[in-house]
């Protein structure tokens, strides 16, 4: 079973970042939603500002810059909004939640919300020479490197904790509560909000947030479905518990999301 949050909402500027994503080899799609390129092809004078939304995922970005590579890692718990510098060519994978920690042992602690740069890190991961040989591949060929190391991960080094990610994929599912799920698996409430704030950062009610929210954007975007609908339709008591926990997570309400998502979509 796959995480329900799967679809990958193209961000509006995608032709101007030169964005290039593909879905994972399926051994790998438990833990990796997608790996990504931007940049490198097309200069533009200005940045490019992007939003990002929370779903407990972990970005790992690796930017090619001339005088030496920055790697980093970053746990997303709350909407980023982050400048993209297209000159620079950038290749990254998107990890689902508790992806990052099962297939690389990396805990969200020191990660959360912020990009924190992988130094030490790097030559356990096996990711120096890897890095090392982006410098000499287009981005397909890069993406195709960087899923190779994955692999090998996961062929030599097993998961970490299996048992989180299948909680982590029930909860996105929506269709138990969170408790429900872990007392299947003989987990105790305490027990797996602990688990999950080691493993994955967040807690089982950050994750059905999160849950509800990706439901809630790619319904907003794919249907006519008037609010309230969508509302019940995402697990919200009413349109007006919609709006509200849309707004505290994305800082725009629903109608405004829409408003704003379908304008760049005809305009592209």
């Known amino acids: 079973m796959v995480n329900a949050m799967t679809e990958f909402i193209l961000p509006s500027n995608a032709r101007s970042l030169n964005l290039r994503y593909r879905s994972p080899d399926k051994r ?3 833990w990796v939603q ?37 790697v980093t890692l970053c746990f997303n718990t709350t909407t ?19 992806g990052a920690h099962s297939l690389l042992g990396l805990s969200p602690e020191a990660f959360t919300d912020i990009e924190c740069h992988l130094d030490n890190e790097l030559v356990p991961l096996g990711l120096v020479p890897v890095v090392e040989r982006l410098y000499s ?16 991960r ?15 994929q029930a909860i996105g599912a929506l269709h138990l509560p969170p408790q429900e799920i ?10 797996l909000e602990r688990q999950l704030k080691r493993e994955v950062g967040v807690t089982p009610g950050q994750l059905v947030a ?6 809630a954007r790619h319904a907003l975007l794919s249907t006519t479905l008037p609010l309230t609908d969508i509302a019940l339709h995402c697990g919200y008591y009413d349109q007006a518990h919609f709006t509200h926990a849309f707004q505290s997570l ?15 979509i005809y305009k592209a």
């Open 210 to 215: 999160y849950a509800r929210l990706d439901r």
């Open 80 to 98: 980023l909004i982050d400048t993209l510098d297209t000159t620079v060519p950038c290749l990254g994978i998107r990890f689902r939640a508790a």
């Open 137 to 152: 591949l287009d981005a397909q060929q890069g993406l195709n490197l960087l899923e190779t190391w994955l692999l090998h």
């Open 250 to 264: 994305t800082y725009e309400t629903p109608a405004a999301y829409r408003k704003r998502k379908l304008s760049q």
């Open 28 to 30: 790998l799609e438990s």
């Open 154 to 168: 996961l062929e030599h080094q097993p998961p970490l904790n299996g048992r989180i990610t299948r909680i982590v």
């Open 34 to 70: 997608c790996l990504w390129s931007v940049g490198g092809a097309i200069s533009l004078t200005d940045p490019q500002t992007e939003k990002f939304y929370p779903d407990a995922g972990a970005s790992l970005s690796i930017k090619l810059a001339r005088s030496r590579p920055v």
């Open 182 to 191: 872990g007392a299947t698996l003989g987990l105790t409430r305490r027990t």
